[in-house]
């Protein structure tokens, strides 16, 4: 099978890749990047090389070359995106034409080869949870209350059009909030964890008590692999994480433990706009139409993350360029 991953050097995306390369060697892997702040080709290095895999520097927004690409492969898997909830409430101009218009193009050009296409979403879109509200599953209504989630809504949507305008032959993924090794230091658990190497306090927005349902990078991209090779052609699969429901304090302290630190470490800055209170998913779909289901517990997955950061301090220091720190100030200081 010859496949396009797009966005695979990122978190998610190159985890995915390496899965993939190891369990599928026959498998030809493209990876389209256009290697923003958030990317880093160190995260597959250790494919460079091997015959079975490419990468390609480009933009999904570019039609010529998004078309050339997907014309000689099978399947169609689409990460890239811009990620980062706060960075979208700076600026959502590149989240439209990332999220929305990249999306577009990638459609079209598996509308006009007839290939499958695989679309990583989020959870994000259904909006936000009350506390006694049951979780979010397939048939939860589209509700995104941030200009991330609100894109990703839009491309989610774009997505379903295809496959009932035209027939496309597409699958959707909707997955809860992601953690594990080559996740940028932006999103909550990398970012206190090389706050609490440096001796840096954590900066826990509002009152902690905001609820994610947290799953291993492994256990989602297992989900994917059944997703592409066994989904049924335009329908959406839920996944979500092992124990679900973890409050932000919870998490936090969980952390500090594990790194030796205590509670002094705790900042209490500034509440997100719009901050989404809880999400929760339900992945009985998936569940019972292949078998899949999380592995991996919150505090294992913890440990060995905190580990896998501990033996990598390069990798943080690589990622952590100009632009990084640009946007830390940006973000924390005054807040
Ligand atoms: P990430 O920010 O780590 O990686 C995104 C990758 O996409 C980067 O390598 C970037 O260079 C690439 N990219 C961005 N815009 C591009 C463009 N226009 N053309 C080509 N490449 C582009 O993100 P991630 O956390 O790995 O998320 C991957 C996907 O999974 C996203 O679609 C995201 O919405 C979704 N998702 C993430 C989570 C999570 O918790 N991280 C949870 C559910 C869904
Ligand atoms: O739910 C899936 C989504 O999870 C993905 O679609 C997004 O791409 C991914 O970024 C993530 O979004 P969140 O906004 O939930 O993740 P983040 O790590 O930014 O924040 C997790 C929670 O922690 C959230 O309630 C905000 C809070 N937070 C975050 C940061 C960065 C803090 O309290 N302090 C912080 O410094």
Redesign the pocket.
């Known amino acids: 099978m010859k496949i396009l991953i797009c966005g695979g050097a990122g978190f998610i995306g190159s985890n995915f890749i390496l899965y993939l390369a190891e369990k599928y060697p026959d498998y030809n892997i493209i990876n389209l990047d256009k290697l923003n702040y958030a990317a880093n080709l160190k995260n597959v290095k250790k494919l460079e090389g091997s015959a079975n895999y490419k990468f390609i520097k480009g933009d999904i927004c570019d039609k010529n070359l998004v078309f050339d690409l997907v014309k000689d492969v099978d399947v169609v898997v689409n990460f890239a995106a811009e990620?980062?909830?706060?960075r979208s409430i700076m600026d959502s101009s590149i989240f439209i034409k990332s999220n929305v218009q990249g999306t577009q193009v990638l459609l079209e050009a598996a509308k006009e080869y007839d290939k499958r296409f695989h679309h990583i979403s989020?959870?994000?879109v259904f909006g936000a949870l009350g506390p006694d509200d049951p979780s979010f599953d397939e048939m939860t209504p589209y509700n995104p209350r941030n200009p991330y989630s609100a894109s990703k809504a839009a491309a989610d949507h774009l997505v379903r059009a295809y496959f009932h305008t035209f027939k496309v032959p597409v699958t959707i993924s909707n997955c809860?909030?992601n953690y594990g090794p080559y996740q940028f230091p932006?999103?909550?658990i990398p970012?206190f964890i090389c706050n609490l190497f440096e001796d840096k306090k954590v900066?826990?927005?509002g009152d902690?008590q905001?609820i994610?349902d947290w799953i291993h990078v492994d256990d989602h991209v297992r989900g994917i692999d059944m997703i592409i090779h066994k989904g049924k052609e335009g329908e959406t699969y839920c996944l979500g994480g092992k124990d679900s429901e973890i409050t932000?304090l919870y998490l936090t302290k969980t952390l500090i433990q594990l790194m030796d630190k205590d509670d002094s470490y705790i900042e209490y800055v500034k509440d997100?706009p719009g901050?989404d209170r809880r999400?929760s998913i339900d992945y009985g779909k998936i569940a019972s139409e292949m078998g899949w289901e999380p592995l991996i517990g919150f505090k294992d997955g913890l440990r060995s993350t905190v580990d896998w950061y501990q033996n990598n301090k390069n990798w943080i220091d690589d990622v952590r360029s100009g632009d990084y720190r640009d946007y830390y100030k940006k973000q924390y200081i005054n807040r």
């Not at 990620?83 to 706060?86: E, G, K, L, P, S």
């Open positions: 990620t980062h909830v706060d989020t959870d994000e809860s909030n932006e999103k909550i970012l900066p826990v927005y902690g905001q994610r932000n997100r901050h999400y």
